[in-house]
């Protein structure tokens, strides 16, 4: 059996706001030389614009001196998005958005993004560093999921 | 970084003689939309805009900050007695808004003239 070859693609982001459409773009550039639908890179680049968020904001607490890196690994089939912070990883999951309670003032308006993450990808998983810090969120979508 | 959201206000009226406030978005709607979004709802007069209907079709990028917004939005528009319709997003975010339950709250349409019919 041949060893899959795998192409890396790496981005590294200033914690700041706004800085996440670099690797939003960055993600659904390799994506679409992979031969990904155009839906399922739309997916993609919410997904991987949240986890940057959430690394700029929680993970490194939008501090400047810490930057968020972005590992792409292109597979033959799939592809791998780790974005990893400095960050102590996250305690629990947080419970599934209910617009209900949102709306009725029993809930924050706020809180959707990793909702949004794990919805809108095949697999999502946060790993908290041994360390205590470089915690990271990998994420993976596959090729031809519903063709 | 973040592209500046630009937002006005259009006063229209539906096929059926109904008057409509047209909040007009354009560029990003995330953290930094407070005020083209909120802000410029809030500065509506509650009692004399009812029908509000929100025009995304110039939002290139809308993240769960401002996925709250729009959320917060139809907070204070479903405790003032007003109803909050949208258009022009991409199949992507009505995906996405669909997923968040907004639908639940706001009515999707395809465009403006479809949403005004509706009304």
């Known amino acids: 059996m041949s060893a899959m070859k795998t192409t890396n693609v790496e981005v590294r982001l200033p914690s700041r706001m706004g800085f996440e459409k670099v690797a939003m773009s960055t993600a659904a550039s390799v994506a679409k030389l992979m031969g990904f639908r155009d839906d399922r890179i739309e997916d993609l680049k919410t997904a991987v614009a949240e986890a940057c968020i959430n690394a700029i904001e929680h993970g490194n607490r939008l501090n400047e001196k810490l930057s968020v890196g972005v590992v792409l690994s292109a597979g033959e089939d799939s592809l791998e998005v780790k974005v990893i912070d400095d960050g102590t990883g996250m305690k629990k999951q947080p419970a599934k958005p209910d617009i209900d309670r949102k709306m009725h003032g029993e809930e924050d308006a706020r809180g959707m993004g990793m909702f949004l993450i794990q919805a809108l990808v095949d697999e999502a998983e946060w790993v908290a560093g041994s360390d205590g810090k470089s915690s990271y969120v990998r994420l993976v979508i596959r090729l031809d999921k519903d063709a | ?119």
């Open chain 2, 1 to 119: 970084m973040q592209t500046e959201t630009k937002s006005h206000v259009d006063q229209v009226t539906s096929p059926a003689g109904h008057p409509v406030t047209v909040l007009r978005f354009e560029g990003d709607i995330a953290s930094t939309s407070k005020d083209a979004v909120l802000g410029v709802y809030q500065a509506l007069p509650k009692a004399t805009n009812k029908l509000i209907l929100l025009d995304f079709t110039k939002v290139d990028y809308i993240n769960s900050s401002g996925i709250a917004l729009v959320i917060q939005l139809l907070i204070e528009a479903s405790n003032s007695g007003q109803k909050v319709y949208a258009y022009g997003l991409s199949a992507h975010f009505v995906k996405v808004f669909t997923m968040v339950g907004i639908t639940k709250y706001a009515g999707l349409f395809p465009s403006q003239a479809e949403a005004l019919a509706a009304l």
